[in-house]
């Protein structure tokens, strides 16, 4: 058995530093330990924390560089295990289907399950900067799990070095012009999915629930945290469904304030085809109908 690799020391809490950069002539580095520096066109004042500097600055960064992306969208649930990446995957295809350039993006870094789904599981991003995702069915993807050897390998990320990875992977990372890039975030209110909540700056959440009353409440902990964050809850998928969505989805959808967007139906071929790597609505003509209902209530 292969040991695990441990993260070294991380730096302190925000501290989105810039010491593993490669080859970046981003002129805002050059501020970065001056308190009076440009930061995304705001001007701080005198001693303002340098970390708080390079924060803001690599979200600046960020966002230059997903400046040619229409759309970002996350797709969240506190709990883990509800579907989001079944969620993610069969949303941003189903997009792809109707004519919009997608991207995919797995920010869930600690778990990274996109490769697996899409049965790519050894494609690996070249290891050059700028860093260029995969393409997959006319889909560009890109996963950290693109970058590390050995999958099977646990590497134990820190929860600071997560939030720095996520935002180095970011401005690192050129999407190109795309309509939609679909956001598979990781579960969880903690320090991880709220920095890439905040790093991406999105445009709208997907809350994904299932019908059992604990996957209510915890919906509406990750739906208020997320409109906590700014971004409109663009609504609530109700997967594992029986068909009708329950009394706990709809009390989600009506304490979020926002709109059901549509049910996927519990269904062992959902679970049969993740495991072969397959994806569901170009396989399935049953399953795409619900997604295509989903999708055209997002368009909406
Ligand atoms: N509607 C469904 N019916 C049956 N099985 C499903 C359904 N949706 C997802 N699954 C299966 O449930 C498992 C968990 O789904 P998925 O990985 O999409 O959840 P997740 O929320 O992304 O999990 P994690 O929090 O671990 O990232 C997978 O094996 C998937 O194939
Ligand atoms: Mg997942």
Redesign the pocket.
Known sequence: MAEPSVQPEAPPQGQVGHEHHHGHDHTAHQHDHHAHAEAGGATLPPGAHPSFMRTIQQRQRVKEKLSNVKHKIGVY?A?????????AINVAYTLKQKGFKVGLLDA?ID?P?ITM?LGMDDAKMEPVIPLKPLEKDGIVVASTAMLVDELKRPIIWRGPIVAKMIGDFLENTDWGELDYLVI?L??GTSDSPLTIMQVLSLDGFII?TNPQKIAGINSIRSGLMAKRLGAPVLGVVE???SGQPSDKTMEVVKTLDTVLLGT?????K??E???RGRTHVLEDAGISRQFQAIVDKILD
């Open positions: 649930s709990k883990g295990g509800v579907g989001k990446t079944t969620v869930d778990c399950n789904f598979d990781p579960p994904v997967n594992m469904s996927v139906a519990r269904d062992g959902i679970a085809m993740t495991d």
